[in-house]
């Protein structure tokens, strides 16, 4: 049995581009750069939190529609398919990291104002860390991953073509919306949604034992979630 499961696949391949194009979507109205998105978090907090978290939940969903994407394309071309995953992965990775930078920026502008908020991110904007060394991946990766898919059969020329769009995307922290990023996260969405609905339509239908095994594990985790924020 593959991990994850086939329900677990296909709902990453819908639900991975569909946030991360909700959360490019939410922040469009705002001015690009980071000093803009700062002030926009002050001023719109409950919009910015719900387009920046969008964007980071669907970063993360995304290993797994890689992964598939991955473990699909190595049936026919392992080498591209090892590449193209691991570079995307990495990349997943980086995002993620800067999400974390920013919610630590927005936090400072919530309880010490936009301006300190701002010349604080300003003095450190150009530190070194491991990911300064790995950014190459997060545009780099989406690209060799595209071309591995075409090559391996997974995806013709259209949708391949719009899976490498996501390399357009600009990366970094405190990073808003361009034309280039609802372009990249449209044709992600182009590539995987009907990969996701075909892999949902695979899987057998549940039964009433899973059912039943299912609710409780879903209850007790959002319980666990909820004790998670308590310390």
């Not at 329900?7 to 639900?15: E, K, N, P, Q, S």
């Not at 946030?19 to 001023?43: H, K, M, W, Y």
């Not at 919009?47 to 969903?61: E, H, I, K, P």
Request: glycine letters at 12%; hydrophobic letters at 55%; charged letters at 10%.
């Amino acid at each position: 049995m593959r991990f994850p499961n086939g329900w677990v696949r296909g709902a990453a391949l819908i639900a991975g581009p569909v946030l991360l194009l909700v959360g490019t979507l939410l922040r469009s109205p705002f001015n690009f750069f980071f000093p803009d998105q700062i002030n926009a978090v002050v001023e719109h907090p409950g919009l910015m939190r719900a387009a920046y978290t969008s964007f980071l939940a669907g970063n993360v969903v995304m290993w797994v529609a890689v992964a598939h994407l991955a473990y699909q394309t190595a049936q026919r071309s392992p080498r591209w398919a090892a590449w193209g995953g691991l570079l995307v992965t990495v990349g997943l990775f980086g995002r993620t990291f800067h999400a974390g930078v920013d919610q630590a920026a927005f936090s400072a502008a919530r309880h010490e104002g936009a301006q300190k908020a701002t010349e604080l991110v300003a003095q450190g904007y150009g530190d070194l860390h491991l990911f300064s060394y790995l950014n190459f991946a997060i545009m780099f990766g989406w690209f060799v991953l595209a071309f591995a898919t075409y090559r391996g059969g997974v995806l013709g020329k259209v949708r391949a073509t719009a899976l490498a769009t996501m390399g357009l995307l600009p990366l970094g922290v405190l990073k808003g919306t361009e034309v280039l990023s609802i372009v990249g996260t449209v044709g992600l969405c182009v590539a995987l949604l009907p990969l996701g609905v075909q892999a949902l339509k695979e899987q057998p239908r549940p039964t009433r034992k899973n059912v039943l095994v299912a609710v409780p594990v879903a209850l007790g985790l959002g319980a666990l979630a909820v004790l998670s924020t308590l310390g």
